[in-house]
């Protein structure tokens, strides 16, 4: 009858990140809601009106900023839970005897939510080839990897919206797996270094996948938003400074001979000016919007930056230890036209 | 004496795994021999896709990513 009641249960770690995440989301939304009273109530501490070029570019920077370090962190968090259900392991079971065309499709999507920092790429590739997913359907998974990143999905989402976002998610799935085909199309098994042959005929080497539970994921995903939020944020800054600085000075108009849509050139010079370059979305997309903001079109522009994120020199130097020069330079020259055709696709639909 | 072999082609994520190694089992007073293994064969070799791994006394104990605290405490437990 004296049942001893049971003692206050501790707060398991579980319980306290779910709390944590219920106090943290509606701040966020919040925070996300009331921007622009933000920056108004900023501009009006420094005494400047919109009206001034300062004023108008001060104005810029405070509101985009908080967005855009917002817009960030809860999506990098997220991705970061969604990645610990697709380690490579995972990845690589599910491409394993896939076919061509379904498998090219999977292996981009795949490429979008797996996780790998760019210094795995090689064993990564080898990896797939030796469980006998073919070479195009990993050319699909290593296009789509770095392109369709989800840095450059926020911040395209946060400046231009939903529909400029989409439109570059679907055209870098359709670049990686129409790449993918066309390389697997061109049968260049044996322009694989040769010690990467040997070992892509050989049986794969299978590693104990982990289980995961909740509060592990979570930790995932707060790693995450150190790792990349903690690394990038000096470069949105920036970024952001200086597409200020071009959205408060530079006149109306001003791109529109350089980089508009009329000047058809515009489109491989910038893919062509992406190559050698090596920055990340973060940095760029800030400038990317101001420069938009005066008259540059945007499939340009996109070009420019899909060709600096995905056709990167660092990239082809690592992936030169195991693909001989041909099929590096097979590999440049598809997604290089691929992402041409983006730029102009771009600026004829917006 | 833990026989330790980070592999990974030395970017800074496998520069963090090392450090964090060393110094948590210097903490727990375990001696280790780390050796870094930079040569993509033999990381292969050892069916690690994702770089930092991590090979204790022969075996793949990690791979993908700097390991947390927590998970190399637990290797010197």
Redesign the interface.
């Known amino acids: 009858m004296n049942t001893t009641a049971s003692p206050a249960p501790q707060a398991t770690p579980l319980i306290r990140w779910l709390v944590g995440l219920a106090l943290v989301a509606p701040i966020w939304f919040w925070a996300y809601g009331h921007l622009t009273d933000f920056a108004d109530a900023v501009l009006s501490l420094t005494g400047l009106t919109r009206q001034s070029a300062l004023g108008e570019a001060l104005h810029f920077f405070f509101f985009d900023t908080p967005k855009v370090l917002l817009l960030l962190t809860g999506i990098v968090f997220v991705m970061g839970i969604v990645q610990t259900f697709f ?3 995972r990845t ?1 079971a599910l491409l394993a005897g896939k076919r061509t065309g379904v498998g090219n499709v999977l292996a981009a999507l795949l490429g979008i939510v797996t ?6 790429a ?3 590739f ?3 080839l ?1 469980a006998g997913v073919p070479l195009g359907i990993t050319f699909s998974f290593l296009i789509s990897a770095p392109m369709v990143n989800e840095v450059a999905l926020t911040l395209l989402f946060g400046m231009f919206g939903w529909k400029v976002a989409g439109l570059y998610l679907g055209m870098g799935l359709l670049v990686a797996i129409v790449s993918g085909l066309v390389i697997g199309r061109l049968h260049m098994e044996n322009h694989l270094e040769d ?1 990467v042959q040997v ?1 892509a005929r050989g049986e ?5 996948e982990e289980r995961l539970n909740w509060v592990q994921r979570f ?1 995932a995903g707060w ?1 995450h938003v150190r790792e990349i939020v903690g690394k990038v944020w000096p470069y949105v800054i920036v970024g952001i400074a200086l597409g200020a600085g071009i959205h408060g000075y530079v006149p109306e108009d001003f791109m529109a001979s350089i980089m508009g849509r009329e000047a058809w050139w515009s489109v491989p010079v910038a893919v062509l000016l992406g190559v050698p370059m090596y920055t990340n979305a973060a940095g760029v997309i800030p400038i990317v919007e101001a420069l938009i903001g005066k008259g540059a079109a945007l499939g340009t522009v996109l070009a420019f930056m899909m060709s600096v994120i995905a056709l990167s020199a660092p990239e082809m130097i ?1 992936l030169r ?2 693909l001989k020069p041909r099929l590096i330079a097979t590999f440049v020259g598809i997604v290089a036209l691929g992402i041409l055709l983006v730029g102009y696709v771009f600026n004829l639909v917006l | 004496m833990k026989d330790i072999k980070v592999l990974g082609s030395g970017c800074a994520n496998c520069k963090t795994t090392i450090a964090l190694i060393e110094q948590i089992a210097h903490e727990k007073g375990e001696e280790i021999k780390m050796d870094k293994v930079q040569d993509m064969r033999a990381i292969i070799g050892y069916g690690v896709m994702s770089t930092p791994g991590v090979v204790i006394d022969g075996k793949v104990v990690h791979a993908g990513g700097v390991p947390s605290r927590d998970k190399i405490a637990q290797w010197f437990a």
């Open positions: 380690a490579p392991e690589r996780p790998f920092c760019s210094c795995s090689v064993p990564l080898i990896g797939l030796s010690w070992i794969a080497v299978h590693v104990q930790e790693g690592i230890k195991a």
